[in-house]
């Protein structure tokens, strides 16, 4: 596979892709920019509405359904075998990060080379197709849809990322499914013997 790749694919995996927002504001947008989108945002208030609850977020992550074109199948096989899998973790939300949203917490970091050909958020759903280009010729679109509460969300995704290596196209395609509910309060980091612990957050 071209090294472009796998730095192609995290524009589209990441854990936290949606945050809780109110059901009331709504952006609709076509053929917009990171940046438009954004804007858009702070100007129906959703911006400011968007908030992960804080606490302690437990977060399930599958990948499945992994197919590739123009590779050898002994390494597409490899591939499968190691991206196809479910990752689980738990994650602190401070307060702190909970009245800061960023636009990036949607769909995670897009860079200067993404854009939305279609772009839908409000009254609990999100609906989106990114486009993301790559200057040496390589693409990734990924299809997105899913809903979301304050406390609980559940997004899908369909990935197809193309590259290009020695003159031949490759394609890989995978569809991805993220699972967040907030499980309760942050657990507060030990502290050395002989120090209060009162009021120590828990770390990432």
Avoid: H
Avoid at 25 to 38: D, G, L, M, Q
Avoid at 90 to 99: D, G, I, S
Avoid at 124 to 134: E, F, S, W, Y
């Amino acid at each position: 596979m071209n090294r472009s790749t796998p730095a192609l694919l995290c524009l589209a995996l990441t854990p936290l892709a949606l945050a809780a927002c109110s059901s009331e504001p709504e952006v609709k947008a076509e053929n917009a920019s990171f940046a438009e989108v954004t804007n858009r945002m702070a100007e129906t208030g959703l911006a400011e509405e968007a908030r992960i609850a804080p606490g302690r977020w437990q977060i399930s992550s599958t990948v499945s359904d992994v197919k590739l074109e123009g590779v050898p199948e002994q390494v597409a096989a490899q591939v499968r075998t190691a991206m196809q899998q479910t990752v689980k973790v738990e994650y602190c939300v401070t307060p702190e990060e909970a009245a800061k949203p960023s636009g990036e917490l949607f769909t995670g970091k897009t860079g200067n080379n993404c854009s939305y050909d279609r772009f839908a958020l409000g009254d609990g759903k999100i609906n989106a197709v990114l486009r993301c280009a790559d200057p040496r010729g390589g693409s990734v679109v990924t299809r997105i849809g899913g809903t979301y509460s304050p406390e609980a969300y559940q997004v899908k995704t369909a990935v197809e990322a193309r590259s290009v290596a020695g003159g031949k196209t490759e394609v890989m395609t995978l569809a991805t499914e993220a699972v967040g509910t907030r499980i309760g309060e942050c657990k507060a980091a030990a502290a050395p013997a002989g120090q209060d612990t009162k009021g120590v957050g828990e770390g990432k």
